[in-house]
């Protein structure tokens, strides 16, 4: 069992690596869910816009994009997060980027926790998820 946290082609975003991994974990047994292995890969929009073309068949940029490698009750993933995006979502949604990362940070392991986001009442429940998510993080620190 292992989160993992790097960047390519950016530094690394400050976060609280062990207090971040407490929460993952936190948040994945609420879904009835073990963290497996989970690696966390921070880059800038080139470099999800290539992952996006290469392995989705998308060409627009994302924040976020999870490659899921669960099996039963074990959420293990890959989630690579654009942090160009998380900080011009910041500067949309007018919230603080640590926020805004964080709530990505959290979506990859609702989608792995099996909560999705392709309809508008799924988006509903994803960002009420999220919500409940972050106020854990918050009422933790």
């Not at 292992?2 to 950016?10: K, Y």
């Not at 929460?23 to 292995?37: L, S």
């Not at 997060?81 to 990362?101: A, H, P, W």
């Not at 960002?127 to 972050?134: V, Y």
Request: proline share 1%; with cysteine.
């Amino acid at each position: 069992m292992a989160i993992t946290f790097q960047a390519e082609g950016i530094g690394l975003p400050k976060i609280k690596k062990r207090e971040t991994a407490n929460w993952i974990k936190t948040v994945a047994k609420n879904y009835n869910r073990k963290v497996g292995e989970i690696a966390y890969l921070f880059c800038d929009d080139e470099k999800i816009l290539e992952i996006n073309r290469t392995y989705l068949q998308h060409d627009f940029y994302t924040d976020i994009i999870t490659f899921d490698y669960s099996e039963e009750d074990t959420i293990s993933g890959d989630i690579f997060i654009s942090i160009d995006t998380v900080r011009s979502n910041s500067q949309k949604y007018q919230t603080e980027f640590m926020e805004e990362l964080h709530r990505v940070i959290i979506h990859g392991i609702l989608h792995l926790c099996g909560v999705n986001d392709k309809s508008e009442e799924e988006e509903t429940e994803m960002r009420e998820a999220e919500n409940s998510a972050l106020t854990l993080l918050k009422n933790s620190q």
